[in-house]
C-alpha cells in the first residue's frame, strides 16, 4: 500500500470516475420492486451504495439509477432477505468497466 500525501487526497466521486459504464438503455440488471413504504433494508441502501445509485423520491419510495453501479453486491446482500431488488448481471459487452492503472 502506497502513502498518499494530505494534499494529494481524492475523493470518492473522483475515483469512480475513472471507471466506465456501458449503459444497456432500457434494460437495467437492478430493478427495485413496487413499494409503497421502503423497508429499512431498502432505505439503508440510499446511504450504503458506494455508487450512489439509489435515492429516494418526491413520494418517499427508493428508486435506482444503475447506470454507474459497480457491480459489488452490496444491495443483494443487504436486501437478501427482504427481497426488495431484482439483480441479475448485466448482459455481456454492458455493466461497469474498471481502468487498470
Known sequence: MSYVP???EMRVEEKLYQNRYLVDAGRPHIKVLPHE???KALLSMTHLCPAGCYELNERGQVEITADGCMECGTCRIVTAKTGDIEWN???GGFGVLYKFG
Open 37 to 39: 413504504t421502503p423497508s
Open 89 to 91: 448481471y448485466p448482459r
Open 6 to 8: 494530505q494534499d494529494k
